[in-house]
T-cell receptor, first 114, second 114 residues
Framework: DQQVKQNSPSLSVQEGRISILNCDYT??????FLWYKKYPAEGPTFLIS?????DKNEDGRFTVFLNKSAKHLSLHIVPSQPGDSAVYFC?????????????FGTGTRLKVLA | DAGVTQSPTHLIKTRGQQVTLRCSPK?????VSWYQQALGQGPQFIFQ?????ERQRGNFPDRFSGHQFPNYSSELNVNALLLGDSALYLC???WGGGAGNTIYFGEGSWLTVV
């Protein structure tokens, strides 16, 4: 049962354009959402997060949008740079049994073309 | 400020053997989680430790066990290794077992079972 889904395994974008990565979740208990970037042979690096009480959070070139009614979040990268080429994971967190549990999607490989 | 550190970075084990992986959390963090990431997949939650107790567990067999020490560091033990246990094992830490906060990952331990 995949509670967090990233339906696009890969995405190619021209340098300078916008990259939009999508993520869907199924469980209404999730109230905190995060995006991570992962380069080969490295651990995931935190990018940006959003609480369920907000619908948008910005940090520099990165913006995360949350649509709770659709159980959907997206990460926008503007402008995209070749160094952004990596695998991006979304994660959703919710409280169960007194502690928060974090569930990850399967990732989207972003390739930014120079 | 030291981030999450894991050891060893790479190791090769034979089927049936046992392995212990170690993790020191980021300074100020008291909650440690372990994830398994197979090639082409997202991180799969193994378990979470807070206040030296296992608080949450994912869908992994009892061959996977762990421990958290008073200084918040943690170990992951895997017994009776199978070929399918070959993966990147990630440790993640955060502050506050009951709160939804950002989790930070280490570089991971690459386990190959032959």
């Amino acid at each position: 049962d995949q509670q967090v889904k990233q339906n696009s395994p890969s995405l190619s974008v021209q340098e300078g354009r916008i990259s939009i990565l999508n993520c869907d979740y199924t469980n209404s208990m999730f109230d905190y959402f995060l995006w991570y970037k992962k380069y080969p042979a490295e651990g995931p690096t935190f990018l940006i997060s959003i609480s369920s009480i907000k619908d948008k959070n910005e940090d520099g070139r990165f913006t995360v949008f949350l649509n709770k009614s659709a159980k959907h979040l997206s990460l926008h990268i503007v402008p995209s740079q070749p160094g952004d080429s990596a695998v991006y994971f979304c994660a959703a967190a919710g409280k169960t049994s007194g502690t928060y549990k974090y569930i990850f999607g399967t990732g989207t490989r972003l390739k930014v073309l120079a | 400020d030291a981030g999450v550190t894991q050891s060893p970075t790479h190791l090769i084990k034979t089927r049936g053997q046992q392995v212990t992986l170690r993790c020191s959390p980021k300074s100020g963090h008291d909650t440690v989680s372990w994830y398994q990431q197979a090639l082409g997949q997202g991180p799969q939650f193994i378990f979470q430790y807070y206040e030296e107790e296992e608080r949450q567990r994912g869908n992994f067999p009892d061959r996977f066990s762990g421990h958290q020490f008073p200084n918040y560091s943690s170990e992951l033990n895997v017994n009776a290794l199978l070929l399918g246990d070959s993966a990147l094992y990630l440790c993640a830490s955060r502050w506050g077992g009951g709160a939804g906060n950002t989790i930070y990952f280490g570089e991971g331990s690459w386990l190959t079972v032959v």
